[in-house]
């Protein structure tokens, strides 16, 4: 079958750094996305690493290791407002994206 | 400019009765896409148009659920006969064909009660 890996919930303290990994098993790949939700909200299209290596966005910087069917998002300088539950995703082709169950991050004062 | 559009936000309704959902993608987005998500879960893929046809109808959860878009625009989620388990928020995504990296868009939801 095909499977994400996120954890459930992840706790850090305001000013903080926090990274949320992902692990995947899927049929195909082509990229790792990253999303953000609000409770109540739509989700948000935060990155998307189709090769191996690092990109950053601002405050976020997203990871991918093709090898190790593995990602994460790095969280820097934690904001109260970064309270949310972040998603990976990966787009296995055929137009088809698997979301992970999502992660719930809770950023402490 | 206008994002993604759902309507209603939200639908409560008795088992047994038909609903519908309707999403407006954003302009020229030749890309639609239904998820549904439960309390607390992630995303589960129902369905993909690209223009009016759905070449993967595969995340359909039975043939009670159905969906058609019109017009390379608007698309309505039918569900008949619904059931408890049905209850949910669904989610519609629109995108630009194939972007580059595969960034959706996303609609607020209609969450969708079953009594």
């Known amino acids: 079958g095909q499977s994400l890996e996120q954890p459930s919930e992840v706790t850090a303290v305001e000013g903080a750094i926090v990274q949320i990994n992902c692990t995947y098993q899927t049929s195909g790949f082509y990229g790792l996305s990253w999303y953000q939700q609000h409770d109540g909200g739509a989700p948000t299209f935060l990155s998307y690493n189709a090769l191996d290596g690092l990109e950053e966005t601002g405050r976020f910087s997203s990871f991918l290791s093709r090898s190790d069917s593995y990602g994460y998002l790095l969280l820097q300088e934690l904001q109260m407002k970064d309270s949310a539950s972040y998603f990976c995703a990966v787009y296995t082709g055929g137009f088809k994206t698997i979301f992970g169950a999502g992660t719930r991050l809770f950023v402490k004062a | 400019g206008a994002g993604v559009s759902q309507s209603p936000s939200n639908k409560v309704t008795e088992k047994g009765k038909d609903v519908e959902l309707r999403c407006d993608p954003i302009s020229g987005h030749t890309a639609l896409y239904w998820y549904r998500q439960s309390l607390g879960q992630g995303l589960e893929f129902l369905i993909y148009?690209?223009?009016?046809?759905?070449?993967?109808k595969s995340g359909l959860p039975s043939d009670r659920f159905s969906a058609e878009r019109t017009g390379g625009s608007v698309s309505t989620l039918t569900i008949q006969r619904t059931q408890q388990e049905d209850s949910a928020v669904y989610l519609c995504?629109?995108?630009?064909?194939?972007?580059?990296?595969?960034?959706?868009?996303f609609g607020p939801g209609t969450r969708l009660t079953v009594l």
């Open positions: 995504a629109s995108s630009p064909s194939r972007g580059y990296n595969n960034e959706q868009f």
């Open positions: 148009f690209q223009g009016n046809s759905a070449p993967d």
